[in-house]
């Protein structure tokens, strides 16, 4: 198994709708999440971390499941400018910065 | 702040060339990252240093590959001989040292062509 594991998509979804990914990990030691976007041929950068007591930045809503190693991010009322691509980060462990990308998954947002 | 600085931003060289590949990051950061991202693999950590000092070189492919540090400002990623399969972005990143949920910033990438 991966170590980190998402989706590669494409999800293809209209302007608004609500839409899902979830990326899970194989490392139960793990201390810290994020998600990451990137955007076609440029750089990754950092969309927002995820807490154990979840995380929301406006239409952007993060949660960890521990029990089931699992991060999910959940897009609310898309936009075309949300069209990228999101990258799951785990820190396999605690003390180690050592961190694990996922392959990423696609979203295109279409009017 | 500039960000972090990465040179060049294209590079197309012929199999067996030297290439090297340069990083600024960004000042006060004391953690420095080298990546590769491609179709097939994603994105693969190379080597990271901390403090100008190589903490974990585990990703480097093989010895044709090597990287330096030789003060907190500068970096650089080093093929001899290349190959076509080293075509791929190579990302530089930078962080802050402390808690594992300081984020990365990455520069624009490197996009290597070897012919």
């Known amino acids: 198994r991966k170590e980190v594991e998402q989706d590669p998509g494409p999800f293809n979804v209209p302007e608004g709708a609500t839409v899902a990914f979830n990326c899970t990990y194989s490392n139960s030691a793990s201390q810290s999440f994020f998600w990451y976007r990137q955007d076609c041929r440029k750089e990754p950068k950092l969309l927002m971390s995820?807490?154990?007591s979840g995380n929301e930045d406006g239409r952007f809503t993060a949660q960890l499941n521990r029990a089931s190693q699992y991060i999910s991010l959940l897009i609310r009322d898309s936009k075309l400018s949300d069209s990228a691509t999101y990258l799951c980060v785990v820190n396999p462990t605690g003390g180690s910065y050592i961190p694990t990308f996922g392959r990423g998954t696609s979203l295109i947002v279409h009017p | 702040d500039a960000g972090v600085i990465q040179s060049p931003r294209h590079e197309v060289t012929e199999m067996g060339q030297e290439v090297t590949l340069r990083c600024k990051p960004i000042s006060g950061h004391d953690y420095l990252f080298w990546y590769r991202q491609t179709m097939m693999r994603g994105l693969e950590l190379l080597i990271y240093f901390n403090n100008n000092v190589p903490i974990d070189d585990s990703g480097m492919p093989e010895d044709r590959f090597s990287a330096k540090m030789p003060n907190a400002s500068f970096s650089t990623l080093k093929i001899q001989p290349s190959e076509p399969r080293d075509s791929a972005v190579y990302f530089c990143?930078?962080?802050?040292?402390?808690?594992?949920?300081?984020?990365?910033?990455f520069g624009p990438g490197t996009r290597l062509t070897v012919l």
């Open positions: 995820v807490y154990s």
């Open positions: 990143a930078s962080s802050l040292s402390g808690l594992s949920y300081n984020e990365q910033f």
